[in-house]
């Protein structure tokens, strides 16, 4: 029974060839542009994440309970204890690629007579190196050998009239009271693309800072890991050999407040144009489908006069809705990857993003989950929007139907 009404519904759809094809190409479109805006949005989360990883965020932080709340204001209550079995742990864990002990400092950096506040983050130049692979600007990166060997943030070292080997002296309170001065030579400048993080920020040795602050230990342990898409089974790995209250782990996506909000409003805006395509394509092929009905009134009452069920029209007016999803769909979906594949190798010129001073090239980053939505973008209003005209035309009175057009 399914076969037959298959067929004729086939056969219904290539009677009328230009409205077929309309209502085709409606699904089709529908399908391309949610692939294609959904994947350079997919395109944009991918590039915001590994742009925070690759400059230093790593993919996990482990600290003490509380430091990202008061860690600046009793940094010496928060130390990670130096060189710890604990330590090791974490190293051995699953798909970890390098563990750099960090210590965060603060305070007011020198060059002449200009004094500017800032904030460092220092670490073991070796496993620094590997977690900031597109972070140096010019010149070098720190060496374990130069122990007085700093990074500047490029706004920073402009702000401070450096350049490549040019001293700067660093003042810090200590945690007991007092203060601390010492020198550090620049080796280069970085860029995160985020101004104003570049125009405070300094990166040194783990020993300079130490010897800067009196202190022992580390606030930090950044992560890095050879799979970005692996942070969450390495997180449940750790949280299950750390005492929860003596470490606290926090993945990127949890550093990242601007990723965040990105996902949520990139996402929003997303689902909104989904419906806005979904609710055209349903009263165009509506539309469309209501036409077919009434072009073909007089066959259907025919068809009801010698015996055959109203189901049996209402399906078969159902099944043309869902084949015109099915072969739209997968017409959008090809040129849809295919149409991705093109832009991306010729790439999208981006104008530099708020609070970033630096444009870039865009792609779009297609996935199965897309692929997905998109095939259910096309099918679901395709049939949604035969259903009606579908009903009507299985409720139509067979005598006033046999009389239509005469």
Known sequence: MLRSELKLAVRDLTRNRTRTLVSLSAVAFGAIALLLAGGFIEWIFWAIGEAAIRTGLGHVHISRPGFREGGFAD???FLLPDGSAVLGVVRGAPDVEVVSERLALSGLVSNGETTLAFFADAGDPKAEGELNKD?????????????HGILLGHGLA????????????????????????IEGRLRGTF?????????????????????????????????????????????????ERLPADQFELRT??????????????????????????????????????????LERTGEIGTVLAIGTPRGSVLH??????????????ALGLVI????????????IPMPPPPGRDTG????????????????????????VASLYPAWKASRLPIVDALRHNR
Not at 165 to 179: A, C, K, W
Not at 368 to 379: F, K, N, Q, S, T
């Open 360 to 383: 870039y090239s865009a792609e779009i980053m297609l996935t199965p989950r897309l692929a997905v939505m998109g095939a259910i973008l096309a099918v679901v209003p395709a049939t």
């Open 75 to 77: 940094p010496q209550r």
């Open 191 to 239: 860029s995160t693309q985020v101004k104003a993080y570049d125009d405070r920020a300094v990166r040194m040795s783990l020993g300079l800072a130490r010897d800067l602050l009196r202190v022992k230990g580390s606030h930090t342990w950044v992560v890095g890991l050879a799979d970005t898409e692996r942070t969450l089974e390495t997180v449940g790995y750790l949280r």
């Open 316 to 329: 078969q007016f159902v099944l043309q809705g869902l084949l015109l999803g099915v072969i739209g769909g």
């Open 158 to 181: 402009r702000a401070l009239g450096v350049d490549r080997g040019d001293t700067v002296s660093f003042i810090v309170s200590l945690p007991g009271g007092g203060i601390n001065a």
């Open 252 to 293: 990127w996506i949890d550093q990242s407040d601007f990723y965040q909000k990105s996902v949520v409003l990139l996402s929003r805006q997303l689902n909104l144009i989904t419906l806005l395509m979904g609710v055209i394509m349903v009263l165009g092929i509506s539309n469309t489908m209501t036409m077919s009905v």
């Open 336 to 347: 849809g990857f295919a149409l991705a594949e093109i832009i991306s190798w010729v790439g």
């Open 135 to 147: 972070l140096l600007l010019k010149g070098e990166n720190l060496d374990p050998m130069d122990r």
